[in-house]
């Protein structure tokens, strides 16, 4: 499976924007899928999860209430759906995949990174 994430952009605070992840090569749809992001000059930090079974979601505290991650297994595709932006959360995106049927916070557990994306939010 290989992972292609795009949405990234500049937007104001407040604003929202949508990344997709879509994943070629073989059908995803026995994958968690995460998103993880990393701001200049800090280590990758987890930010959603959606396991393949149930499709229950995790997130972290800092973006729970303002993001939504979703799926459609029938498109390849994961979504995080980022609302109420802050200039804290600049960073480079990153969707990654994992064989397993937990979500894992820990980007060592995760098999598959896609390239990354960039989301700059001005103040």
């Known amino acids: 499976v290989q992972l292609q994430a795009s949405g990234g952009g500049l937007v104001q605070a407040g604003g929202s924007l949508r990344l997709s992840c879509a994943a070629s090569?073989?059908?995803?749809?026995?994958?968690?899928m995460g998103w993880f992001r990393q701001a200049p000059g800090k280590e990758r930090e987890f930010v959603a999860g959606?396991?393949?079974?149930?499709?229950?979601?995790y997130y972290a505290d800092s973006v729970k209430g303002r993001f939504t991650i979703s799926r459609d297994n029938a498109k390849n595709t994961v979504y995080l759906q980022m609302n109420s932006l802050k200039p804290e959360d600049t960073a480079v995106y990153y969707c990654?995949?994992?064989?397993?049927?937990?979500?894992?916070?820990?980007?060592?557990?995760?098999?598959?990174w896609g390239q990354g994306t960039l989301v700059t939010v001005s103040s």
């Open positions: 990654a995949a994992d064989a397993g049927r937990y979500i894992y916070t820990d980007s060592g557990e995760y098999d598959l």
């Open positions: 090569g073989r059908p995803f749809g026995s994958y968690t």
């Open positions: 959606i396991r393949w079974i149930g499709f229950n979601t």
